[in-house]
Nanobody, 125 residues
Framework: QVQLVESGGGSVQAGGSLRLSCAAS????????MGWFRQAPGKERERVAA???????SYADSVKGRFTISKDNAKNILYLQMNSLKPEDTAMYYC???????????????????WGQGTQVTVSS
């Protein structure tokens, strides 16, 4: 079992930055693969970024070049550095984890079995 707790969300103006954190506790072997997803009101959950069990990363085209995913393996904390934020980035952001995955060929929510409660990001124009 893995417990995921997100933090770092908030309100920011367009062009600003935020850094999300996701602290994973419990069975660390079940969180070697971690990712970020987001869901805006009235929309389906969409992928944002993921870091697979080999350390490879993958990003949605909409955030590529603006967001960076990283992980502190010693602390088992996943980060999402978000720069040049846009109003369309407004959503609830969720952290997800799995024991193993690969981002070669992409990734989806189906790859992950553990989910956090989410942290809200609001970007105003």
């Amino acid at each position: 079992q893995v417990q995921l707790v997100e933090s770092g969300g908030g309100s920011v103006q367009a062009g600003g930055s935020l850094r999300l954190s996701c602290a994973a506790s419990g069975d660390t072997y079940s969180s070697s693969c971690m990712g970020w997803f987001r869901q805006a009101p009235g929309k389906e959950r969409e992928r944002v970024a993921a870091r697979d069990s080999s350390g490879r990363t993958s990003y949605a085209d909409s955030v590529k070049g603006r967001f960076t995913i990283s992980k502190d393996n010693a602390k088992n904390i996943l980060y999402l550095q978000m720069n040049s934020l846009k109003p369309e980035d407004t959503a609830m952001y969720y952290c997800a984890a799995a024991g193993w995955c690969t981002v070669v060929g992409g990734f989806s929510s189906a790859d992950f079995g553990y989910w956090g409660q989410g942290t809200q990001v609001t970007v105003s124009s």
